[in-house]
């Protein structure tokens, strides 16, 4: 079996995410772009963050895993739902958008998660509510941050 790579996860996140209910505009790790239009909201971003991988220790419990390296990536997903106006409907939108991203998290209760076989659990590490500053405009938003278990 070919080794999944990160690409692969990420556009795997993606384009689950992607199907929750009100997104406009996907920006896999690939297509990420140097600003955001009005229209393209709520614009969904994913990428790579960081990795954690298993030492080759070779102890008894890397015996038992048939020499089979766990990697945890932390992958963004950054909601931004629209550029800031008006307090209130800004927080309105951007509340909407996370719930409906929350629905297709949830959804993700079996294997494959997000449709790759090679993902074998995640977690949602955080949450947060942010206003991003992105090429000139503030748009008020969201990062989800997910830990991907693979092997």
């Known amino acids: 079996m070919m080794p999944v790579t990160i690409g692969q996860i990420c556009n795997a996140v993606g384009n689950t995410l992607f199907t929750a209910a009100g997104m406009v505009r996907l920006e896999n790790y690939d297509q990420l772009t140097e600003g955001i239009n ?6 969904l971003q ?11 220790d070779e102890t008894d419990r890397f015996s038992f895993q048939g020499g089979i390296r766990q990697k945890l990536f932390t ?3 950054d ?3 629209r550029q800031r106006g008006h307090l209130a409907e800004d927080n309105q939108a951007l509340t909407d958008n996370v719930d409906a991203l929350l629905d297709v ?3 993700q209760n079996v ?4 449709g790759l076989d090679e993902i074998q659990a995640f977690k949602v590490s955080s949450a947060v509510r942010a206003q991003f500053p992105y090429a ?8 989800i941050i997910l830990d991907i278990l693979v092997f």
């Open 111 to 114: 294997k494959p998660y997000f």
């Open 38 to 43: 009005a229209g393209d909201t709520p614009l």
């Open 79 to 81: 909601v931004h739902s």
């Open 46 to 56: 994913v990428y790579w963050q960081s990795l954690v991988m298993d030492p080759d």
């Open 136 to 143: 000139g405009v503030t748009t008020m938003g969201a990062r």
């Open 75 to 77: 992958i963004y997903a």
């Open 105 to 107: 998290l949830e959804q």
